[in-house]
């Protein structure tokens, strides 16, 4: 059974107020926050443990060394990848998709190359794209979601033609919290013999992921949103793929042997992990995880699940609120707007003055929001330890909002 006081109990952070009133921390699109166990795995790896990694040969730099490779294998199991040599450690998603886009997308692409991706992905599942379409003219060929704000599998697989090189498409929309049907988009576009990237940085913080079984040939996932620190992440890179893949930063680890004249690579993945890492934040991020897995990530999802729809039952009554994307199975994350002139700056002022924090703006997902039709949203993003008293309070300030400005 789910308990979701005893989860709330591990995070001290929800303990404190904000503006005088008890904190409603639903800004966990952007980041979560830490439990005890990844705060107290930080001090320790500081205050106690602390040394470079791969380099010495004392006690400090073996013992943290072993902490900190332990987290491959920990990753390994959280997203079930088939070795833990699949996994390349680095600081989140934005670093792990460029790294797709520098070590296996630039040398294999030429002029007129496509590469097929949805209006909903975040800039991190943009940009690198944007640097292949201005450096060597990779064409983008875009798929936009229904009017529900789910992604037709259907569509997707029919914007690949004989140039389509990689299709990039998010496990979870950032914005309107949708859940796309990867394994059906990997299994059609293989089929076709393109490899597909999916953008995990949503999708691994709410629901369990199975990269095997989805498919996937990249699946990046960031550090700080799975309850982890920030500068902490990883992305899973299927053997086949990770064969392929020309190193992207050079420097210290990554090699076997130096000399004037060459250079030698280690073996993957120490081969695309270049200079020293973020050695404790990543040994939070193992912390993190396991944390999760204790918890199991399906009660996880079951738990948002319902948080999700009581919110949508409240939402309901409220006419003038409009949200945007209802795709069936959506997760917890709710982007509103209010009619009567309250702009998102203005929600997410009055709540954070009630102690609520949101998001709000554009959400990294400009292409989305022009296809929405809309400049800005306020986001509430729920998390593992968010209650339905917190989606009265969210509703009760939205109510402020739009009694405000009407
Ligand atoms: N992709 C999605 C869907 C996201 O929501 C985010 C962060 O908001 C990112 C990528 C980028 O993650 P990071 O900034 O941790 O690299």
């Known amino acids: 059974m789910y308990d979701v006081n005893k989860v709330r109990a591990d995070f001290p952070i929800l303990a404190r107020e904000v503006n005088g009133q008890p904190l409603t921390y639903l800004d966990n699109g952007a980041s979560a926050q830490k439990p005890q166990a990844v705060i107290d795995a930080v001090t320790r790896g500081y205050d106690n443990e602390y040394a470079n990694v791969h380099r010495g040969l004392h006690y400090l730099s073996n013992l943290s ?15 079930n990848a088939g070795s833990e040599d699949e996994i390349i450690l680095n600081s989140g998603t934005t670093e792990g998709i460029n790294m797709v886009a520098y070590s296996w997308a630039a040398p294999r692409m030429v002029e ?6 949805s209006t909903m992905e975040h800039h991190a599942n943009i940009v690198p794209w944007h640097f292949l379409r201005e450096r060597q003219g990779v064409r983008l060929v875009w798929v936009d979601p229904e009017p ?22 998010t496990h979870c929309s950032n914005v309107l919290g949708t859940v796309v049907d990867v394994k059906t988009i990997v299994a059609g576009a293989h089929d076709k013999g393109v490899p597909v990237l999916v953008d995990g940085s949503q999708g691994a913080v709410h629901m369990k992921v199975d990269v095997q079984d989805i498919g996937a ?23 086949e793929r990770l064969a392929e893949m020309q190193p992207f930063m050079g420097g210290g680890d990554m090699i076997r042997e130096v000399t004037k004249d060459a250079v030698s690579y280690a073996d993957p993945p120490m081969k695309f992990e270049a200079g020293t890492p973020a050695i404790v934040p990543t040994i939070g991020l193992g912390v993190a995880l396991e944390y999760l897995m204790d918890l199991g990530m399906d009660n996880v999802a079951a738990h948002e699940a319902r948080l999700a729809s009581y919110a949508r039952e409240r939402f309901k009554a409220l006419n003038w609120l409009n949200i945007q994307g209802d795709a069936p199975g959506k997760a917890a994350i709710f982007s509103m707007t209010v009619e009567g002139g309250a702009h998102a700056h203005d929600i997410s002022t009055i709540l954070d003055k009630k102690g609520i924090a949101v998001r709000a703006g554009h959400h990294c997902a400009q292409p ?12 509430a993003s729920f998390a593992l330890y968010n209650t339905e008293a917190e989606v009265d309070r969210l509703v ?7 009694r405000l400005f009407s």
Do not use: N, Q, W
């Open 65 to 79: 060394t072993d902490r900190y490779e332990a987290v491959r294998g920990i990753i390994a199991r959280f997203l």
């Open 112 to 117: 007129g190359d496509e590469i097929v991706l």
């Open 148 to 169: 529900d704000g789910s992604l037709d599998p259907a569509k997707v697989l029919a914007a690949i033609t004989p140039r389509t090189r990689l299709v990039a498409v």
């Open 217 to 239: 040939d990249f699946y990046p996932i960031t550090g700080h949103k799975l309850y982890g620190p920030s500068g902490s992440g990883a992305i899973y890179v299927r053997a």
């Open 368 to 379: 989305l929001m022009e296809h929405l039709g809309v400049p800005a949203t306020a986001r």
């Open 396 to 402: 009760e300030g939205l109510e402020l909002c739009h």
